[in-house]
C-alpha cells in the first residue's frame, strides 16, 4: 500500500503518529506553506518565521532519513494555497491508497478534515496525536460527573500517571504543589540570566525576507528573531534553560521588571508547541535535575506543573467544550481592544513595556498576559472576540487549543468559570507589588480616583460593581464584596462614574480615525 503522509506545521516531531510505520520505500510525506494556515488570523511576523523555517528543516531533517517530500512553498504559483485542496492536489493522478495524518490541533482544521474525508478518492485515517500526555478520551472521563473541571485535580493525576516528582504513592517533599513560594518580586540587587537566543540561520534569514516581503502590515519586527526552528537548536535552548535557569524560575515566576521580558522563563512554548521538544522528556530532565540536587523543588515543581498540569489541563478543555466554547460571553464584555494594545502608545508604563517587547520578541510572560493585558481588557470589558484575536496574533506561541482556554477562561473569565474558579481581577496594587513598573509611570498607582489614578484601581471596583450580580456569590471574590458593600452610594457613584469615563478613553477614544 502506498501512502500519502500529511504533515502539518505544528506537528514537526520525530516519532509522529502519522509517520510512526513510514516505508520510506513507498510513501511520501506532503508539507504544505499556504495563504489559509498564513492568514486565518494576521500572525506575528516572528510566528510566521518561525513556522514556515521549521517546517522547511523538518522536511530537509525527513529528506536526510531518506523520506521522499513532497514540500510546497508559500511562493509555488500551482500551489491552491490551502491544506485540503493541497492534499487532494497530491492524491490526483492515483499514486496513493490512502492519506494519513495526525490530528489537527484545532477545531477549525478538525472540521477542514472532515470536509476532506468526504471529497477525497482514498481512505483518510487520522491518528491520535500522543505527543499529549493525555488523550480526549481520558480527559473526558476525569471530566463527567465533576462539578467543577479544577487543574489542581488533574494535575495530580497525571502526576501519579507520569511518577513525575513521586516518592512512592506521595509527592515529593509532602505537598502537590509550591506555588506559594513563588511570588517574590525581584529584588533590584538581583540580575535576571543571559539567555540562548539563536543567530538566524542563513535559511531562517532567507524565510524572513519572504515575510518581511510578503507580510509587511503584520504586526511585529523581525530584527530580534531567535526562536529554534529545528530541533538542535531547540535543544540548546532547553538544555542551557535545564541547567542554567530552571534553579531560578521558582521564585521569580510571579515577577515582572521593566525592560525584561524573559527573567528565568522558559522561552520553550513555541518549540514545544510545533514539535520541537518533547514536554515529557523535558519534564524528565527538570526532576533529575531536582533529584541531583541541581534545582530546588518550587522551581523543578512549578515547572511541571506548567506542562503536565496547565497546559494538559487547557488542551482537554479546548476539545471538551466544542467550537461553541469560543461563543461565551459570560460577563456580556461589548467594548473594542484599545487601540495601543497593537501601538503600544499609552502612557500606563506596565501596558507599555509588554506591548513594547511582544512586538520585538513575539513573547511576554505568563504574569504579563495575565494581569497586565489580560486583566485590563477584562476590567475594561473588552469583547472576547477582540481579546481573542489580539492574543493570536501577538505571540510566538499561539495555537488555538492553548490560546483560547488561557485568554476565554483564565485571562477574562469570558467562560464563566470553568477554567478558573474566580476572575483573575486585580487593582494597581497588585502590579506594583510585583513589579517596577509603577515607579517609572505616569499614574500614581496609590490613588483611587481623579485624572492621575492608575486606571487599574477606579477599574477594578467599577468591574465588580457592573458585574455584582453575577460575581457576588463566587466564594473567592467575598472579601471585595464586603468592602464595596459597606461603602456608600455617593462612593459607588463615583466609582461608576470615574470606571465608565477610563473605558471610554481608553477604548472607543482610543481607535484610529
Ligand atoms: P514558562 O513560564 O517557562 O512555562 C513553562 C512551560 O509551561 C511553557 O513553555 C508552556 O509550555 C507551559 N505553560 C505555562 N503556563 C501555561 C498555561 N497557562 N497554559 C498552557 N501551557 C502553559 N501558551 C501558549 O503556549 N500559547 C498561547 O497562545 C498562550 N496564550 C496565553 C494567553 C493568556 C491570556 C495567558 C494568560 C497565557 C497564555 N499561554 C499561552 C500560557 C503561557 O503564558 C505561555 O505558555 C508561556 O508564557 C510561554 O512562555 P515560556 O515558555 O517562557 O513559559
Ligand atoms: C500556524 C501555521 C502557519 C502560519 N502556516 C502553516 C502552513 O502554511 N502549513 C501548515 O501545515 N501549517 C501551518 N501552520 C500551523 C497550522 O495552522 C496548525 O496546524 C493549526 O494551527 C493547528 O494547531
Ligand atoms: Fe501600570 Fe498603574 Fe502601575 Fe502605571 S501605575 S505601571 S498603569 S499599574
Redesign the pocket.
Same mark, same amino acid.
Request: hydrophobic residues 40%; contains cysteine; neutral net charge.
Given at each position: 500500500m502506498r501512502t500519502l503522509r500529511l504533515v502539518l506545521g505544528d506537528q514537526l516531531s520525530d516519532g509522529l503518529s502519522s509517520l510512526r510505520d513510514l516505508d520510506p520505500a513507498r510513501d511520501v510525506v506532503l508539507m504544505a506553506e499556504v495563504m489559509g494556515e498564513a492568514t486565518y488570523v494576521r500572525h506575528h511576523k516572528q510566528k510566521l518565521v518561525m513556522v514556515f523555517a521549521a517546517m522547511r528543516a523538518f522536511a530537509e531533517r525527513l529528506r536526510r532519513n531518506g523520506v521522499e517530500v513532497r514540500y510546497v512553498r508559500l511562493d509555488d504559483p500551482s500551489s491552491t494555497q490551502a491544506l485540503d485542496s493541497e492534499a487532494l492536489r497530491a492524491l490526483e493522478g492515483g499514486a496513493f491508497d490512502r492519506l494519513v495524518l495526525t490530528e489537527p490541533g484545532e477545531w477549525r482544521l478538525s472540521e477542514l478534515v472532515e470536509g476532506l474525508k468526504l471529497m477525497a478518492p482514498v481512505h483518510i485515517e487520522v491518528r491520535e496525536d500522543d505527543r499529549y500526555l493525555c488523550a480526549h478520551r481520558e480527559f473526558a472521563g476525569w471530566a463527567e460527573g465533576r462539578k467543577e473541571l479544577r487543574m489542581e485535580f488533574f494535575y495530580r493525576e497525571m502526576r501519579r500517571k507520569f511518577g513525575l516528582l513521586m516518592d512512592g504513592d506521595k509527592p515529593a517533599g509532602g505537598q502537590w504543589n509550591y506555588d506559594r513560594h513563588n511570588r517574590k518580586r525581584l529584588p533590584k540587587a538581583v540580575q535576571p540570566p543571559h539567555r540562548t537566543w539563536i543567530a538566524p540561520s542563513p535559511a531562517t534569514r532567507t524565510v524572513i525576507a519572504e515575510v518581511e516581503a510578503r507580510f509587511p502590515d503584520n504586526f511585529g519586527a523581525t530584527e530580534r528573531f531567535g526562536w529554534a526552528t529545528t530541533h538542535e537548536e531547540a535543544e540548546r535552548v532547553a538544555s542551557h534553560f535545564i541547567a542554567e535557569i530552571l534553579p531560578g524560575f521558582g521564585d521569580y515566576e510571579d515577577a515582572m521588571a521593566k525592560g525584561e521580558p524573559f527573567l528565568w522563563h522558559g522561552l520553550l512554548s513555541a518549540a514545544i508547541n510545533i514539535g520541537l521538544i518533547d514536554p515529557l522528556d523535558l519534564c524528565r530532565r527538570a526532576e533529575a535535575a531536582y533529584r541531583a540536587g541541581r534545582a530546588p523543588l518550587n522551581a523543578v515543581e512549578g515547572f511541571i506543573r506548567q506542562i503536565i498540569g496547565w497546559r494538559e489541563f487547557v488542551r482537554g478543555v479546548y476539545w471538551l467544550k466544542g467550537p461553541s466554547y469560543k461563543e461565551t460571553n459570560a460577563l456580556s464584555a461589548d467594548r473594542p481592544l484599545p487601540w495601543f494594545y497593537w501601538s503600544g502608545d499609552t &502612557?500606563?508604563?506596565?501596558?507599555r513595556?509588554v506591548v513594547a517587547h511582544t512586538r520585538d520578541y513575539a513573547y511576554a510572560h505568563h504574569i504579563q498576559r495575565l494581569m497586565?493585558t489580560g486583566n485590563l481588557a477584562m476590567l475594561l470589558g473588552v469583547r472576547p472576540a477582540d481579546i481573542n484575536d489580539w492574543y493570536m496574533v501577538v505571540f510566538i506561541d499561539a495555537f488555538e487549543w492553548v490560546e483560547l482556554p488561557n485568554t476565554h477562561g483564565m485571562a477574562t473569565f469570558a467562560d464563566g468559570g470553568v477554567v478558573g474558579s474566580k476572575p483573575y481581577a486585580a =487593582?494597581?496594587?497588585?502590579? &506594583?507589588r510585583m513589579?517596577d %513598573?509603577? =515607579? =517609572?509611570?505616569? %499614574?500614581?498607582?496609590k490613588a483611587r480616583s481623579g485624572p492621575d489614578a492608575?486606571?487599574?484601581?477606579p477599574l477594578y471596583w467599577q468591574f465588580l460593581l457592573r458585574n455584582e450580580s453575577r460575581l457576588k456569590g463566587n466564594r473567592r471574590l467575598a472579601m471585595p464584596y464586603r468592602t464595596l458593600a459597606k461603602m456608600d452610594d455617593a462612593r459607588r457613584a463615583e466609582i461608576e462614574r470615574d470606571g465608565e469615563a477610563i473605558r471610554r478613553l481608553l477604548c472607543e477614544d482610543s481607535q484610529p480615525g
Amino acid at each position: 500500500m502506498r501512502t500519502l503522509r500529511l504533515v502539518l506545521g505544528d506537528q514537526l516531531s520525530d516519532g509522529l503518529s502519522s509517520l510512526r510505520d513510514l516505508d520510506p520505500a513507498r510513501d511520501v510525506v506532503l508539507m504544505a506553506e499556504v495563504m489559509g494556515e498564513a492568514t486565518y488570523v494576521r500572525h506575528h511576523k516572528q510566528k510566521l518565521v518561525m513556522v514556515f523555517a521549521a517546517m522547511r528543516a523538518f522536511a530537509e531533517r525527513l529528506r536526510r532519513n531518506g523520506v521522499e517530500v513532497r514540500y510546497v512553498r508559500l511562493d509555488d504559483p500551482s500551489s491552491t494555497q490551502a491544506l485540503d485542496s493541497e492534499a487532494l492536489r497530491a492524491l490526483e493522478g492515483g499514486a496513493f491508497d490512502r492519506l494519513v495524518l495526525t490530528e489537527p490541533g484545532e477545531w477549525r482544521l478538525s472540521e477542514l478534515v472532515e470536509g476532506l474525508k468526504l471529497m477525497a478518492p482514498v481512505h483518510i485515517e487520522v491518528r491520535e496525536d500522543d505527543r499529549y500526555l493525555c488523550a480526549h478520551r481520558e480527559f473526558a472521563g476525569w471530566a463527567e460527573g465533576r462539578k467543577e473541571l479544577r487543574m489542581e485535580f488533574f494535575y495530580r493525576e497525571m502526576r501519579r500517571k507520569f511518577g513525575l516528582l513521586m516518592d512512592g504513592d506521595k509527592p515529593a517533599g509532602g505537598q502537590w504543589n509550591y506555588d506559594r513560594h513563588n511570588r517574590k518580586r525581584l529584588p533590584k540587587a538581583v540580575q535576571p540570566p543571559h539567555r540562548t537566543w539563536i543567530a538566524p540561520s542563513p535559511a531562517t534569514r532567507t524565510v524572513i525576507a519572504e515575510v518581511e516581503a510578503r507580510f509587511p502590515d503584520n504586526f511585529g519586527a523581525t530584527e530580534r528573531f531567535g526562536w529554534a526552528t529545528t530541533h538542535e537548536e531547540a535543544e540548546r535552548v532547553a538544555s542551557h534553560f535545564i541547567a542554567e535557569i530552571l534553579p531560578g524560575f521558582g521564585d521569580y515566576e510571579d515577577a515582572m521588571a521593566k525592560g525584561e521580558p524573559f527573567l528565568w522563563h522558559g522561552l520553550l512554548s513555541a518549540a514545544i508547541n510545533i514539535g520541537l521538544i518533547d514536554p515529557l522528556d523535558l519534564c524528565r530532565r527538570a526532576e533529575a535535575a531536582y533529584r541531583a540536587g541541581r534545582a530546588p523543588l518550587n522551581a523543578v515543581e512549578g515547572f511541571i506543573r506548567q506542562i503536565i498540569g496547565w497546559r494538559e489541563f487547557v488542551r482537554g478543555v479546548y476539545w471538551l467544550k466544542g467550537p461553541s466554547y469560543k461563543e461565551t460571553n459570560a460577563l456580556s464584555a461589548d467594548r473594542p481592544l484599545p487601540w495601543f494594545y497593537w501601538s503600544g502608545d499609552t &502612557d500606563m508604563a506596565c501596558v507599555r513595556d509588554v506591548v513594547a517587547h511582544t512586538r520585538d520578541y513575539a513573547y511576554a510572560h505568563h504574569i504579563q498576559r495575565l494581569m497586565v493585558t489580560g486583566n485590563l481588557a477584562m476590567l475594561l470589558g473588552v469583547r472576547p472576540a477582540d481579546i481573542n484575536d489580539w492574543y493570536m496574533v501577538v505571540f510566538i506561541d499561539a495555537f488555538e487549543w492553548v490560546e483560547l482556554p488561557n485568554t476565554h477562561g483564565m485571562a477574562t473569565f469570558a467562560d464563566g468559570g470553568v477554567v478558573g474558579s474566580k476572575p483573575y481581577a486585580a =487593582g494597581g496594587a497588585y502590579i &506594583d507589588r510585583m513589579s517596577d %513598573y509603577c =515607579g =517609572g509611570c505616569r %499614574y500614581d498607582v496609590k490613588a483611587r480616583s481623579g485624572p492621575d489614578a492608575c486606571p487599574f484601581n477606579p477599574l477594578y471596583w467599577q468591574f465588580l460593581l457592573r458585574n455584582e450580580s453575577r460575581l457576588k456569590g463566587n466564594r473567592r471574590l467575598a472579601m471585595p464584596y464586603r468592602t464595596l458593600a459597606k461603602m456608600d452610594d455617593a462612593r459607588r457613584a463615583e466609582i461608576e462614574r470615574d470606571g465608565e469615563a477610563i473605558r471610554r478613553l481608553l477604548c472607543e477614544d482610543s481607535q484610529p480615525g
